[in-house]
């Protein structure tokens, strides 16, 4: 079956930087867009940035020229290279597996998700 497991969040200082990952399995990888979702609380699920089965991006403005999408099909895994982190930046990262090689930036173009993984940007 198909599988997603986040890893990597945590607590980080403003500025600073945190990478997520996220591992995949039961599916063929390379074949498949895949995205990182994240929500805070009292909000809506929102989109942060996908990548398709070429490794070609959409980043969301908020987060554009800080965050990094990235895949290594070899590895069967993505990855969220966070920099410049802000209090804002505070939620739950969902890692979500597209429905097909095509990408996209809503919800709707995704057919799995992992459990999240939570980041805290505070002093």
């Known amino acids: 079956q198909v599988q997603l497991v986040e890893a990597g969040g945590g607590l980080a200082q403003p500025g600073g930087s945190l990478r997520l990952s996220c591992t995949t399995s039961?599916?063929?990888?390379?074949?498949?867009?895949m995205g990182w979702f994240r929500q805070a609380p009292g909000k809506e699920r929102e989109f942060v940035a996908s990548?398709?089965?070429?490794?070609?991006?959409i980043i969301a403005t908020s987060v554009k020229d800080r965050f990094t999408i990235s895949r290594d099909n070899a590895k069967a895994t993505i990855y969220l290279q966070m920099n410049s982190l802000k209090p804002e930046d505070t939620a739950m990262y969902y890692c979500?597996?597209?429905?097909?090689?095509?990408?996209?930036?809503?919800?709707?173009?995704?057919?799995?998700w992992g459990q999240g993984t939570q980041v805290t940007v505070s002093v």
């Open positions: 979500a597996k597209g429905k097909t090689k095509i990408m996209n930036s809503g919800p709707w173009g995704f057919d799995y």
């Open positions: 039961g599916f063929t990888f390379s074949s498949y867009s």
């Open positions: 990548l398709d089965w070429t490794a070609d991006t």
